[in-house]
């Protein structure tokens, strides 16, 4: 944790439905700053949905959620909380960059255009300091040579890591990761992951939905396990994944590492 003791993310009791369906129930949990946390489970365990209620895609149906000691979706006034307008929102999802499994590039720019695009008009920099700034990110994910290709001309796995270079030029302080290599052919899947290591060893706190459980075990200050909407089992990578302590933990690892 860090010296203010503030978490980086701190979500209390929350809860999210879809119709009759609990994608979420009663989830609370603490993460610090600098920590990277992955999040496995089934397909449908709420995973995805924790991340898009934390970066406010969804809202929540009751509950808390704060990014940085800041109360998402709402503002206390004259003693009541008062839900916050769409700018603000705005304002408050800056603070996290979110990565998803489709890689949502616009065609239409290049591989340096779709990363200035946000810092020049959501962040109002100037045009030659995005740049400069977008070069040196497209050299720290392996792609420096990719500057002026498109989409189209791109890999997968290039174009994820575009995508990555996209969020980090907005500067957030939290990097949210939705299964970023599930979309990937599996010889592309270790130069996205190279990428995430290397953020993670710099100390960038991150959230990380994934099926690589070679990889939470290998950069994972904690893992959580979730399944049918709560947070079923957490802890350091070397107990959840190697000696869990909840039979549906068991029976997931056993599922996936068959």
């Known amino acids: 944790m860090a010296e203010t003791g503030i978490p980086m993310v701190k979500a209390l009791s929350v809860t999210k439905r879809f119709g009759t369906l609990a994608a979420l129930d009663d989830v609370s949990l603490e993460i610090a700053p600098g920590e990277v946390v992955c999040i496995v489970g089934p397909s449908g365990s709420g995973k995805s949905t924790l991340l898009r209620c934390i970066n406010q895609l969804e809202r929540i ?146 959230i990380v939905v994934t099926h690589e459980l070679g990889f939470a075990r290998e950069v994972a200050s904690r893992v959580v396990f979730m399944d049918q909407g709560r947070l079923v089992e957490q802890g350091p990578p070397a107990q959840v994944l190697g000696a869990p302590q909840q039979q549906r933990t068991r029976d997931f690892i056993a599922a996936v590492l068959s």
Do not use: C
């Open 61 to 206: 149906d009751s509950g808390a959620i704060w990014v940085d000691g800041e109360l998402t979706g709402f503002r206390q006034e004259g003693g009541r909380l008062v839900e916050l307008t769409d700018r603000d929102i705005a304002r408050q999802r800056l603070a996290s960059g979110m990565v998803f499994q489709r890689f949502n590039l616009f065609a239409h720019m290049t591989a340096l255009q779709n990363i200035i695009e946000g810092p020049v008009t959501v962040l109002k920099r100037q045009r030659r300091d995005a740049i400069a700034e977008a070069e040196a990110l497209l050299a720290r994910v392996g792609l420096a040579e990719k500057r002026d290709a498109y989409p189209s001309e791109l890999s997968g796995g290039q174009q994820q890591r575009v995508a990555i270079a996209r969020a980090l030029a907005m500067k957030p302080r939290l990097m949210l990761f939705d299964e970023p290599t599930s979309a990937l052919d599996p010889e592309l899947v270790g130069e996205v992951l190279a990428v995430m290591r290397d953020l993670a060893r710099s100390g960038m706190t991150m």
